[in-house]
């Protein structure tokens, strides 16, 4: 998946200042798109009246950092305690905001007592937290990090080893059914971190999770994409396609924990890079910063958030709120190429089927760039079928036939089982109809 190329999310040019009418505030211009705008909140800082100003003035969305894990609300087994997760969860609901609800589930930040818990008797007291938290807050959040962080980083794409994982890999799933059991109108969301490159198998590792989630009709309604960036982790070129194909399984996609660590211009223009990635997403319906002033941060040596250790605004959040406020106002982008990312057809032929992956490539105002890569086969025939007005008028890595003006028939031509096209789209960007067959 490496030669795919996508939006370059950190390379464009930033966005003109808005006109005079537009909306001044985060949240306000996140709502001109249907999209929220949340930040991650302390309790401890709900007495600092600068903190609480730019909370109250500029988000709608509020994440508790650290008060509703699960040494929080649990810290012995069956005793909860609400105190700090409530001060925040109150501040935002009477201020009209609404709450994300983080984390259930986690294999860090476990009360002592569940650390040192296995096999049954741990996944009953996962499931009981979970059916616990979920029923306390029924009604108060609008989606929940069910679970968070069980995929390994590296690249195994399996999941992370820790004591959950070892009571069994249906152990998200099980945490899954009884969140939506305890609220069922809360949005129940899978959320890690490095799962920002479409090419990381760690991304690929979650996305299949949730492609077999909603094939099974496992309750998911979201992902969440972490997203704390710096200099060893840099905004992926690709963002925009990670979010894309994930939300093309069904799933909402938000950005929940951004910062990124720098200043000045460079990070002006990778926090829009970011924004719009989001924007050009009909799914992604919204975002969260991890923080609200750099000294606020988990990581404030990097001075990653949109306000400066005294609250004034930095460049970054002029370049977001610009980047916000140039969304279409009509509601969340519609000019994506959707459509299903993965057609499967099993051949006549005894020997096996094959697979083939649509993936977005570049987009231009004129033509777009597609990629399929098959898998299952190395005699493969791959039929790309486009609609009117759309024609294909480049293709590489592939023995091109035409069966008509839209059906094109690819065949492996010698390097490899991936290739590509450019789509003259005549103002339609539906994604191409893909099957494949052994040849
Ligand atoms: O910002 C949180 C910090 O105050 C805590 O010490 C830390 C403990 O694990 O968790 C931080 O928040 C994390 C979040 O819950 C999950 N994703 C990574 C975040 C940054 O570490």
């Not at 960036?229 to 996609?253: E, I, K, M, R």
């Not at 839209?406 to 893909?434: C, E, K, L, S, Y």
Request: glycine share 10%; charged share 15%.
């Amino acid at each position: 998946m490496s030669t795919l190329v996508a939006a370059a999310a950190g390379a464009a040019v930033l966005v003109a200042t808005p006109a005079s009418g537009a909306a001044s505030t985060l949240a306000a211009a996140a709502q001109q798109s249907g999209r929220y705008f949340g930040t991650a909140v302390a309790a401890n800082k709900l007495s600092d009246s600068t903190y609480v100003n730019i909370l109250n003035r500029e988000f709608d969305m509020v994440t508790a950092e650290n008060e509703m894990k699960m040494d929080a609300t649990e810290p012995s087994q069956g005793q909860f305690s609400y105190g700090n997760a409530d001060r925040i969860v109150n501040q935002a609901r009477n201020q009209g905001k609404r709450v994300r609800g983080h984390a259930l589930a986690w294999h860090s930040q476990q009360p002592g007592w569940m650390q040192n818990m296995s096999g049954s008797a741990l996944r009953q007291a996962m499931l009981n937290h979970v059916t616990q938290v979920a029923t306390y807050y029924r009604g108060k959040i609008y989606a929940w990090d069910v679970v968070n962080e069980a995929f390994a980083d590296g690249s195994s794409g399996g999941r992370r080893d820790s004591n959950l994982q070892r009571t069994g890999n249906d152990w998200i799933e099980a945490a899954f059914r009884a969140a939506r059991a305890a609220d069922p109108n809360a949005k129940l969301c899978y959320n890690d971190y490095n799962t920002d490159n479409w090419s990381h198998a760690k991304t690929q590792g979650v996305y299949r999770m949730v492609q077999d989630f909603k094939s099974r009709g496992v309750p998911i309604d979201c992902v969440g994409f972490q997203a704390h960036f710096n200099s060893g982790n840099p905004v992926p070129s690709n963002y925009h396609t990670t979010l894309q194909n994930f939300a093309a399984l069904g799933v909402d996609v938000q950005i929940t924990e951004l910062d990124i660590e720098g200043s000045g211009s460079t990070q002006a223009q990778q926090y829009q890079g970011v924004v719009q990635a989001c924007l050009a997403v009909a799914r992604c319906t919204g975002i969260t910063v991890w923080g609200i002033r750099d000294t606020d941060s988990w990581r404030a040596s990097g001075t990653p958030l949109l306000f400066d250790g005294s609250g004034n605004k930095k460049a970054a959040y002029t370049s977001v709120l610009n980047a916000l406020n140039a969304a279409d106002p009509t509601g969340p982008t519609t000019t994506d190429p959707t459509g299903p990312t993965t057609t499967t057809t099993t051949s006549q032929n005894p020997g096996g089927g094959c697979t083939a992956t649509y993936s977005e490539g570049q987009k231009w105002n004129d033509r777009f760039n597609g990629q399929v890569t098959v898998s299952g086969t190395n005699n493969w025939v791959v039929t790309v079928t486009v609609s009117s007005p759309q024609r294909i008028i480049a293709t590489w890595n592939t023995t091109a036939t035409w069966e008509s003006a839209n059906v094109m028939t690819a065949r492996p031509n010698g390097n490899g089982n991936t290739f590509g096209f450019t789509i003259q789209h005549g103002g339609n960007w539906n994604w191409p109809t893909i099957s494949c067959r052994v040849g």
